[in-house]
């Protein structure tokens, strides 16, 4: 039984510098982890890794404001490593993630089996299918009551605030102010809070999901955490009009370096 890890050695004494990507398809990482045989906790060898073996890439576009990944569209048509082997279950993961700016994509491919011991390179082919925004328009919403219950419409900022509480982290107070709605807040590139006088509220989009199973209706959430503890508001929102898909081949070959299993003790 072997169990791999895959790392670059790294300066500990020196910050790692941080270089802009280029536009196109990037691997940014690479997990291998060996199933266990138990359930549970005993499932995983490698604490916090899914068994499997999972590629990790980012689209980079600063031409485009990326809205998501079309999970419908996009496909994975092949996984393999260079001896041949298809790594079983090749699929895209769950909950991709757009960068703040709008301009990368980060995902995931992983498969629910191993390459090949002492296999150097994993074979990716498919297709990403992207939502990118167009045509930028801004809506308002004014005088925005700050409480459980408050509808409000601002562009595809529109919905019902369904919670809202007071924080108090480390003496720092905020006011966490949730919106949901039966459709998705798409398009949105940025939103402004003022307060009654006029001056800017800082604000941190702080999180966002969705509750529903398939054939029933989906209820969206975004939640916004803003300084202070406003009681009224209003809100500005930056959107896209349009949306357009574009096409990006899956195309990447990735080197492992797995070595040949270890002896397992007393073999």
């Not at 491919?109 to 002492?118: K, N, W």
């Not at 919670?163 to 480390?170: L, P």
């Amino acid at each position: 039984m072997a169990v791999t890890v895959v790392a670059a050695a790294q300066d500990a004494s020196r910050e790692p510098k941080k270089t802009a990507l280029p536009d196109g398809l990037h691997v940014v990482g690479l997990s291998v982890a060996q199933a266990g045989t138990g359930t549970g906790s005993d499932a995983f060898l490698a604490n916090g890794v899914q068994p499997g073996t999972s590629i990790h890439l980012l689209l980079a576009q600063k031409g485009l404001f990326l809205i998501g990944m079309d999970e419908g569209a996009s496909k994975v048509a092949s996984l393999q490593d260079d001896k041949g082997k298809a790594i079983a279950d090749a699929e895209l993961g769950m909950m991709p993630e757009v960068s703040e700016d709008g301009h990368q994509l980060k995902f995931m491919v992983r498969g629910s089996d191993l390459p090949t011991p002492g296999a150097k390179e994993l074979i990716l082919k498919g297709k990403l299918v992207v939502t990118a925004g167009s045509d930028e328009q801004t809506a308002s919403a004014e005088n925005v009551e700050l409480k459980k219950g408050t509808k409000l419409t601002a562009g595809p900022l529109a919905g019902q605030i369904s919670e809202a509480k007071a924080q108090d982290w480390g003496g720092e107070k905020r006011f966490d102010v949730t919106i949901q709605s039966s459709k998705r807040f798409d398009g949105i590139k940025d939103v402004a809070f003022t307060g009654a006088d006029g001056k800017a509220i800082e604000a941190r989009r702080s999180g966002s999901g969705q509750v529903g199973m398939m054939g029933s209706i989906m209820i969206y959430t975004v939640t916004y955490s803003l300084k202070g503890a406003p009681e009224k508001v209003n809100i500005k929102v930056a959107y896209f009009s349009k949306m357009q898909k574009k096409e990006f081949p899956l195309d990447a070959r990735v080197s492992v370096g797995l070595p040949s299993p270890a002896t397992s003790p007393g073999a």
